[in-house]
């Protein structure tokens, strides 16, 4: 076939075979044809043709499209099989051809994504079409319709374009976990951008960037493109603004970079002429900034709205542009107020932008911030400007610039002054950057301050093959690191010390040849997430032309101890550097951190260590054997209130709710790690260790562990940690409502163990709780032939355990209590006189406890608040009208309990808990069996002038299924007289009225005086 008319399209191989068989006559016709491609696919053809209907199937398979495709935008399409029908009569198109195309892609291959059964369909009469695609892979779930109408005057295009879920991952775009989906509807008048009328709404959008779901809302765009005069509205809850004048879409990123380039690189001397005739108006409005700060840029945590307002003349070459953005937090970053102001005129090019704070965690990082820029007759004049509240210079760094459009170089040069955080620097005032095409030369810049001197010389050179030689001289006599301090605050909480360095730096920039020498003197640091400080030794580092050795190098802890390096860094021209290190220590210490410091983990901790760094610098394998010191004390904090396990109550645990996220696709890495770990940790059986479970209630585990686990992070980024730590002996404090407190001795063999998730450690606890209680109250009920001296010798204190063991994994594990009775042999003076007779009937009632979920629940609530038992049956009180003494038992020895409770810790304030049964008159709204339960509470203050008063009831029926609740009363009273016999109240009350039945939901609200008066030696009120 002729070049001009496939090469356009396809790069067909240099092999093609044809083969086929046609028969009959023009109007009567039938024929197939092999198109064979070499070893990049194979395509069959089958149809038939009567007078002016045919119809057509196309088989295509394996094609590599990659490499058939002349367009680069499909190269990533590898290979693509496809089945196709075609039917239909006539042959002009657009005119008189009617057509049906149903078809299948049986296998398609997107760089490493393999889609099948992609289904598309159309429908073409005359100048009227539809027709669509559909995708049912979940990883790719598309679904498209088109229709349109070419036989108007301005032709109509409708779409109908379904994204559920498309994973942006399978197409290379994105490394995080990163889901699109939302519903396209168009309809346009026009298929041109110079004439177009369009209303698109993007509905149901729903994005989800790793683990977060957003769904910021329906966005619609009103489209108005006419003959260069258009107008575009963007309208939505989240997203608003407009785009309107006169000016092609095509042709805008043109006419904006022509503006740029009359004031940053054409000679400015003389008046310009007008780059274009467009000019425009921009306005942008983020209402809600969650889509952004949720998932979509990582580490931007908070937004507040954002304004962008701006405009461009091309026929004055002007442009103007403002940008508000009233609250930034990014990663520990929070910039406050950020304002940019960029705008050009017929002589000069302008911004500035400032911000009032910029803070770095809760710590203020530069205030006052002003950043310049002036361009004007090829003369550029940059600063940046920080001072504190107080009105010191902490930053003044000023440059200008010099364009020369006739030799197409630009000349900079650092003014004279400059102020680096609040230390002052004199720079030679003959120094000059030299910038022109391909090349740099840097001259005398040389600056001085505090001591310390700083001198770059050098040039680069333009090298055959496109490469850039390299000849920089750079000394340092002294460079003191409070220099750097704004900038390493959140690493190091200390930094001391200074360096001098001589270098030549040769070769080209992507193989530099380094060589001279480098000396760290009197150099002490404290990193912020150890709270160590370590002395490092004054080792000289020789840049040869093998790499750096490093031999002799240290770092020494607090108590003298060492960390030492040996080794070398091997390269030849510091592209392939390579690592070759040892390390070794005995008792060096790791952590030194307070609660304060850091609240998640603390202690102090020392290591034995050895172990080596090799392979490339890029991405070093890093192998450790650790063993812990004895010396070593140990805490880490696990805030139920942000981790997997949480409990509730007394003896639940429960996971969290589960966040949105769809099925993992597949098990591809996210991200990659800088290195490969793998450590070897042995734990000293001395090794104190501190778990805060709960921060808040203040539960936490205290005890000495023992064993070995082997960690490993792979480059990938995926962590694996396996082996077990036995719990030698310890104490779990436990706490509830900040009122009971209780200590669990941890049993011997207790374990925790990892098989390669560092997330999900399997569990085997076990731990007791030791108190004294009388067994009387689980007995009762088989004493009622015992006689009285019987009977009291289970009224005597005995010792039980509460255990509790926790199995399975920590974000689902599986708890369970058990009450143990000490043989009657070790019970405290119970030998004789408690006869194996007495005891086996203790044993039988908590075997029965242990075996009854509702019977165990119950007694565990009764010893962790009460510290006792609590009995089934309390006197032989009865109903009246024949309810249950059990219910009634319980919840009057529960309602004298928690009233003396309130007595002991609730002093701030004076509660009062009853309980009274429920009619058990049919014809009364309270069934048979019922209790209410009632709360008073009352506080005064001021000398007891001023008086709240709130009381409330809940009602719960007898067989626990119903529960009504009722606030009853609530008033203020204030007295008018210091001895209260004249009083102020607001109230509001439950009303009663004996003649109304539904009283019960009234209310009486309103306001009085109390009077109160002495009558024959009584008060009374009215």
């Known amino acids: 076939m002729p070049d001009s008319v496939v090469n356009k399209v396809l790069h067909l191989p240099d092999f093609t075979q044809v083969n086929g068989q046609a028969k009959g006559t023009v109007k009567d016709a039938a024929g197939k044809i092999k198109l064979g491609l070499g070893g990049?696919?194979?395509?069959?053809?089958?149809?038939?043709?009567?007078?002016?209907?045919?119809?057509?199937?196309?088989?295509?398979?394996?094609?590599?499209?990659?490499?058939?495709?002349?367009?680069?935008?499909?190269?990533?399409?590898?290979?693509?099989?496809?089945?196709?029908?075609?039917?239909?009569?006539?042959?002009?198109?657009?005119?008189?051809?009617?057509?049906?195309?149903?078809?299948?892609?049986?296998?398609?291959?997107?760089?490493?994504?393999?889609?099948?059964?992609?289904?598309?369909?159309?429908?073409v009469k005359g100048k009227q079409f539809s027709g669509g695609l559909q995708s049912p892979d979940e990883r790719v779930a598309v679904r498209i319709r088109a229709a349109g109408d070419f036989s108007t005057n301005i032709p109509v295009l409708d779409l109908d374009i379904a994204l559920n879920c498309i994973d942006m991952r399978e197409f290379g775009w994105v490394n995080r976990p990163t889901t699109v989906c939302m519903r396209i509807l168009a309809h346009s008048e026009g298929l041109s951008v110079d004439t177009l009328t369009a209303l698109v709404k993007i509905e149901t959008i729903d994005l989800q960037y790793d683990t977060v779901h957003i769904q910021p809302g329906d966005l619609t765009l009103d489209i108005k493109l006419d003959n260069r005069q258009n107008n575009i509205n963007i309208a939505s809850d989240w997203l608003e603004g407009e785009i309107k004048g006169y000016f092609s879409l095509t042709?805008?990123?043109?006419?904006?970079?022509?503006?740029?380039?009359?004031?940053?690189?054409?000679?400015?001397?003389?008046?310009?002429?007008?780059?274009?005739?467009?000019?425009?108006?921009?306005?942008?409005?983020?209402?809600?900034?969650?889509?952004?700060?949720?998932?979509?840029?990582?580490?931007?945590?908070?937004?507040?709205?954002?304004?962008?307002?701006?405009?461009?003349?091309?026929?004055?070459?002007?442009?103007?542009?403002?940008?508000?953005?009233?609250?930034?937090?990014?990663?520990?970053?929070?910039?406050d107020s950020l304002n940019l102001r960029s705008y050009a005129g017929d002589t000069a090019a302008l911004f500035v932008m400032t911000t009032p704070l910029v803070k770095r965690g809760e710590q203020d990082f530069i205030e006052n911030a002003v950043l310049n820029g002036r361009f004007l007759d090829n003369v550029a004049d940059v600063s940046f400007k920080a001072s504190s509240d107080d009105g010191r210079e902490r930053f003044l760094l000023e440059l200008q610039g010099l364009l020369n459009n006739k030799?197409?170089?630009?000349?900079?040069?650092?003014?004279?002054?400059?102020?680096?955080?609040?230390?002052?620097?004199?720079?030679?005032?003959?120094?000059?950057?030299?910038?022109?095409?391909?090349?740099?030369?840097?001259?005398?810049?040389?600056?001085t301050g505090n001591g310390q001197s700083i001198q770059i010389?050098?040039?680069?050179?333009?090298?055959?093959?496109?490469?850039?030689?390299l000849d920089f001289a750079v000394d340092i006599d002294r460079l003191n690191y409070n220099n750097f301090d704004i900038f390493v605050t959140s690493i190091f909480l200390e930094l001391e010390g200074w360096a001098e360095a001589h270098l030549k730096i040769k070769g080209t920039a992507d193989a530099p040849q380094v060589r001279g020498k480098m000396q760290l003197h009197e150099t002490f640091f404290r990193p912020a997430l150890t709270n160590v400080r370590y002395q490092l030794s004054e080792t000289p580092l020789e840049f040869t032309e093998t790499g750096v050795r490093v031999d002799g190098l240290t770092l020494r802890d607090p108590y003298n101890k060492t960390l030492e390096i040996n080794g070398k860094i091997t390269s030849k021209d510091w592209t392939d550097i390579q690592t070759n290190l040892t390390l070794h220590a005995d008792r060096w210490q790791v952590l030194n951190s307070t609660r304060q410091q850091n609240p998640v983990y603390f202690g102090e901790l020392y290591v034995s260590l050895d172990g080596t760094i090799r392979g490339p610098l890029s991405n070093p394998d890093i192998q450790l054997a650790l063993k812990t010191a004895k010396e070593s004390s140990f805490t880490y904090v696990y805030d139920v209130a942000t981790q997997a396990l949480q409990h509730e109550g007394i003896v639940y645990f429960l996971p969290p709710p589960r966040q949105y996220l769809r099925p993992p696709i597949y098990d591809a890495p996210v991200g990659k790690q800088p290195f490969t770990l793998s450590a070897s940790i042995e734990i000293d059986s001395n090794l104190t260790i501190n778990s805060v479970i709960n921060p808040v209630t203040g539960d936490d585990f205290r005890g000495k562990a023992t064993g070995r686990l082997q960690l490993d992070m792979l480059s990938n980024?995926?962590?694996?940690?396996?082996?077990?730590?036995?719990?030698?002996?310890?104490?779990?404090?436990?706490?509830?409502?900040?009122?009971?407190?209780?200590?669990?001795?941890?049993?011997?063999?207790?374990?925790?163990?990892?098989?390669?998730?560092?997330?999900?450690?399997?569990?085997?606890?076990?731990?007791?709780?030791?108190?004294?209680?009388?067994?009387?109250?689980?007995?009762?009920?088989?004493?009622?032939?015992?006689?009285?001296?019987?009977?009291?010798?289970?009224?005597?204190?005995?010792?039980?355990?509460?255990?509790?063991?926790?199995?399975?994994?920590?974000?689902?594990?599986?708890?369970?209590?058990?009450?143990?009775?000490?043989?009657a042999e070790k019970q405290d003076a119970f030998g004789s006189t408690f006869g194996n007779q007495q005891s086996g009937l203790v044993e039988n009632a908590l075997s029965n406890v242990n075996n009854d979920k509702n019977l165990l629940s119950r007694q565990v609530f009764g010893v962790l608040l009460l510290r006792n038992f609590i009995g089934e049956t309390v006197g032989s009180t009865s109903l009246s009208g024949g309810g249950n003494p059990l219910q009634t038992g319980l919840t009057s020895f529960l309602t004298g309990q928690i009233n003396a409770l309130a007595d002991q810790y609730l002093t701030f304030v004076d509660v009062d808990f009853a309980t009274t049964d429920g009619s058990t008159n049919s014809g009364t709204s309270q069934a048979e069996g019922s209790t209410n339960y009632q709360l008073r509470l009352q506080k005064s203050f001021f000398e007891d002038r001023l008086t709240f008063k709130l009381s409330g009831g809940t009602t719960v029926s007898g067989n626990g299924d119903e529960a009504t609740s009722a606030l009853e009363n609530a008033s203020v009273e204030y007295a008018l007289t210091p001895k209260g016999d004249l009083k102020v109240t607001v109230f509001s009350e439950r009303g009663f009225e004996l003649l109304n039945a539904s009283s019960a939901n009234l209310r009486n609200s309103g306001a009085g005086f109390i009077i109160t008066k002495e009558f024959g030696g009584k008060k009374r009120k009215r």
């Open 457 to 469: 010389e050098g040039a680069t050179k333009k090298l055959a093959g496109n490469k850039t030689g």
């Open 717 to 823: 980024g995926n962590m694996t940690l396996a082996g077990q730590v036995e719990l030698v002996r310890g104490t779990y404090n436990y706490s509830y409502q900040s009122v009971v407190k209780r200590s669990f001795e941890v049993s011997t063999g207790s374990t925790i163990t990892w098989t390669g998730d560092v997330r999900y450690p399997e569990l085997d606890l076990k731990a007791r709780y030791k108190f004294k209680a009388s067994p009387y109250p689980l007995v009762v009920n088989q004493l009622s032939v015992a006689s009285t001296e019987e009977a009291a010798l289970y009224r005597r204190p005995q010792t039980f355990f509460l255990q509790t063991t926790v199995k399975g994994s920590a974000t689902q594990p599986d708890v369970n209590f058990e009450f143990i009775y000490a043989s």
């Open 40 to 123: 990049l696919g194979e395509i069959l053809l089958d149809g038939t043709l009567l007078d002016s209907t045919y119809q057509m199937d196309l088989v295509a398979q394996n094609l590599l499209v990659n490499r058939l495709a002349v367009d680069t935008t499909l190269r990533p399409l590898k290979t693509l099989g496809l089945k196709v029908h075609l039917s239909g009569e006539g042959f002009q198109l657009g005119k008189t051809a009617s057509m049906k195309l149903t078809g299948k892609f049986d296998s398609l291959i997107w760089d490493n994504l393999i889609l099948r059964d992609i289904t598309f369909d159309g429908d």
């Open 251 to 335: 042709d805008l990123s043109t006419t904006i970079a022509n503006i740029a380039d009359q004031y940053f690189i054409v000679d400015r001397t003389a008046s310009m002429p007008p780059v274009s005739t467009d000019s425009l108006s921009v306005k942008l409005h983020l209402l809600k900034t969650e889509v952004l700060t949720t998932g979509l840029v990582p580490g931007l945590t908070k937004l507040d709205p954002v304004k962008l307002e701006g405009s461009l003349v091309g026929q004055r070459n002007y442009f103007n542009l403002s940008i508000q953005a009233p609250k930034i937090v990014y990663t520990t970053w929070d910039i």
């Open 407 to 447: 030799t197409k170089e630009t000349r900079i040069s650092l003014s004279p002054r400059q102020i680096i955080d609040y230390k002052e620097w004199a720079v030679n005032a003959e120094n000059e950057i030299r910038i022109v095409p391909g090349n740099m030369e840097i001259k005398q810049l040389k600056m």
